[in-house]
């Protein structure tokens, strides 16, 4: 499986931006397609994650980000809205096989797969 990020950039503070990320290989609705972000000297940490229609996010994105696939394309997007400072980061996409189980899709270890990662900087 490769997994291929897009749709970083610049935008000020409350625009919006569009991620994606295309997959290549045997992914379907089974698997939990994650979103990570990591910015400068801090850890990868989790955003969002979707299965099937199913979907988690951290408190810091709730609500203003939207997490979908397009399972005939295979593709995964990450709708984010009402962007923060806060935001800017390298953001990856990341795919492993399996169901919800407890908090553990919000641990970078636990997916098999990433792509290359998209920067996205917000401007105050």
């Known amino acids: 499986v490769q997994l291929q990020a897009s749709g970083g950039g610049l935008v000020q503070a409350g625009g919006s931006l569009r991620l994606s990320c295309a997959a290549s290989g045997r992914t379907n609705g089974n698997w939990i397609m994650g979103w990570f972000r990591q910015a400068p000297g801090k850890e990868r940490e989790f955003v969002a994650a979707?299965?099937?229609?199913?979907?988690r996010y951290s408190d810091s994105v709730k609500g203003r980000f939207t997490v979908s696939r397009d399972n005939a394309k295979n593709t995964v997007s990450l709708q984010m809205d009402s962007l923060k400072p806060d935001d800017t980061a390298v953001y990856y996409c990341?795919?492993?096989?399996?169901?919800?189980?407890?908090?553990?899709?919000?641990?970078?270890?636990?997916?098999?797969?990433w792509g290359q990662g998209t920067q996205v900087t917000v401007s105050s």
């Open positions: 990341a795919a492993r096989i399996g169901q919800w189980s407890g908090s553990s899709y919000e641990s970078p270890a636990d997916y098999a797969y």
């Open positions: 979707i299965r099937w229609s199913s979907t």
